[in-house]
């Protein structure tokens, strides 16, 4: 027969036990909960570059969204950018169907074949790039604009004279586009 001293000391173990696996339990729940939000819902985003400069800087963390349904005109989106599996932070001009000039020498945007009212961007003259420069080879004008294809978007950084962009590589595929910036923590 179990005397009355060891009949506490093993509840005491039960409860010990308990705790400890409610605890496990907790942990648990949380790391699942973080990585399904971290893959699925939200993220973080280190800005390492200054292309996005003065509104977005080197060094910043932002919480990203990435249950966002579309891409829209001024979004500041994370998107692959490369083979390398390097990510880039731009923000959209243009989406499908929108046509683009950029004037090569003022690095005036024209949208739809209108002046872009752009406050947030950093412009200065000469801001063509390769891939604007082999447009204009090919006959890109104001009146032979570019027109960006259904499921592409055209992105440029708001440090203009210092952003590597659409303007370099062409419009971006949406499919590559995977958050949207929109907290600033850090």
Not at 28 to 44: E, W
Not at 100 to 129: C, F, K, P, T, W
Request: hydrophobic share 40%; glycine share 12%; aromatic share 8%.
């Amino acid at each position: 027969m179990q005397s009355n001293a060891d009949h506490k000391r093993g509840t005491g173990r039960n409860k010990t036990a308990g705790v400890l696996l409610a605890a496990a339990l907790i942990i648990i729940a949380a790391v699942i909960f973080t990585v399904i939000c971290n893959r699925f819902m939200f993220s973080l985003a280190h800005v390492s570059g200054t292309g996005m400069e003065p509104n977005v800087g080197p060094d910043e963390i932002w919480l990203i969204d990435r249950t966002f349904d579309e891409i829209d005109r001024g979004d500041v989106v994370v998107f692959h950018s490369g083979g390398d599996g390097e990510a880039s932070v731009s923000r959209v001009i243009a989406v499908g169907g929108d046509s683009v000039y950029i004037d090569m020498q003022s690095g005036r945007l024209y949208l739809n074949g209108e002046a872009a009212e752009e406050s947030y961007a950093h412009v200065e003259a000469g801001g063509a790039s390769e891939y604007m420069t082999n447009l204009a080879s090919e006959g890109y004008s104001k009146d032979s604009p570019l027109v960006i294809p259904d499921g592409y978007i055209f992105v440029m950084g708001d440090n203009r004279i210092n952003s590597r962009d659409s303007r370099e590589f062409g419009p971006v595929s949406e499919t590559s586009v995977f958050g949207v910036l929109i907290k600033k923590l850090k």
